[in-house]
């Protein structure tokens, strides 16, 4: 690891933060924050989102029972949901009185890479404004009832919503949790299978204290994974495949 | 707009490259852009997402016709996939001896968020380093040639590509394209639907000289448009809704 620039050494201190001191966010700070994700880059230029700035604390309260019963959410300051958006351009050409396909899969799919790369760029802005944030994929949970608090069109998706606050000294201190090794997830021109050996080394190299049998029941065959696939192809719904 | 730090006056700065200096990336340089990648968050610190590193120039070649036939593309030093990648965990478990379900769509939206979020990284470093990038969503397509060419398993969806090198001076002095307007994007604690007039006034206001049908045409009814559809919905039949 050579000496890291400004930027650089920014994304490496950067990490999840779930604790907030009990301070708001300042205006200004919020507007550079939200002004970043402006900055990110976006598929012709179309910006295929729409950012949707909870303050309400009672639609925050109701996104910490939906997005699996987490109640820090409810008390961060700031809380962002990044909603991927076809419905806005799909209304733009209604408007502009032209007749068109219906948004599909694939335009879903575009409209998630530009939330997820706008929701990044705040991230990274946020931890330069000494603001922690925390991403919550729980979001995609709960179509029914997100869709109807959050007043979602059929052509929209909440990709990701964001929490951020000032952090805690005890959450300044967490050490950020060791990732996988390079060799095993940057593979040379074309994906490279692995043998079982090195799934399994892959995890138990990087000091993982959960088994994986644990980890699978606590990730992948838990309720809020089940809810997740089922609520995502519900929003899917509305998505043909053109 | 208020004193940007360092951070954020790069994330302003940054804008799409397609046009690179014959010149190659240093390998510390390289390690640092695909580094900054493994600092993003990732789901459960799971990391579901591969990074393919394109280094065989006729690899390069055959993304460049495959995505909707970009030249450019086979010029840049610097070719990464970004794989949303859920066949890594899914025979993690099986190695452990695990009996699960198959992965579904919520898995896959999930690991495409890992997989932008983590090429939003590796964009925001090259910008650090005097690299431009550019993001080539058309490795959505063609999912039968690009499946084989890369060689990527059932449970995994090349989410993104970008290609990264040293910008032409040409292309530093582009100036950067304006966004829509805030009050367009942001809408406080619910979706707020828009009017005709404030949809075609989103558009006219930012100065596009392309009208909105040229742009449907070119962005929505193309062929590539269409393509992609197919592709990803492709794609997707491997994942069921659980």
């Known amino acids: 690891m050579n000496e890291a620039n400004e930027v650089i050494r920014q994304l490496r201190e950067r990490k999840s933060v779930r604790i907030f001191e009990d301070r708001t966010v300042p ?8 002004g970043a994700a402006f900055e990110a880059p ?3 230029n179309m910006m295929f989102y729409t950012i949707i700035d909870v303050t309400d604390q ?40 032209l007749v068109v396909r219906r948004p599909a899969v694939g335009d879903l ?6 939330a997820f790369i706008a ?10 404004l000494g603001l922690g944030s925390c991403y919550i994929g729980d979001v995609l949970e709960n179509c029914e009832q997100v869709r109807t608090l959050l007043a979602l069109p059929a052509f929209t998706m909440p990709a990701a919503m964001v929490v951020y606050g000032y952090p805690t000294k005890q959450q300044l201190d967490r050490t950020k949790p ?17 043998e079982s050996d090195e799934l399994l080394g892959m995890v138990s190299e990087r000091g993982d204290k959960e088994t994986i049998e644990a980890l699978c029941e606590r990730k992948y065959l838990s309720d809020f994974s089940l809810e ?7 929003y899917l719904k509305n998505f043909g495949s053109q």
Chains 1, 2 share one sequence.
């Not at 996988?180 to 692995?194: A, D, L, P, Q, S």
């Open 109 to 114: 799919i575009l409209a998630c890479a530009d």
């Open 27 to 34: 205006d200004a700070v919020k507007s550079d924050v939200i």
């Open 119 to 128: 929701a990044q760029n705040t991230v990274v802005a946020a931890q330069s």
């Open 58 to 97: 009672q639609v925050k309260e109701q996104l910490a029972v939906l997005c699996d019963h987490q109640p820090f959410i409810a008390k961060a300051p700031l809380v962002l949901v990044f909603v991927a958006d076809y419905e806005r351009w799909y209304e733009t050409y209604q408007a502009a009185g």
């Open 178 to 194: 060791a990732r996988f090794g390079r060799n095993h997830i940057v593979h040379e021109n074309r994906y490279r299978k692995m």
């Open 42 to 44: 976006t598929a012709g």
């Open 228 to 234: 997740m696939n089922r609520s995502v192809a519900e």
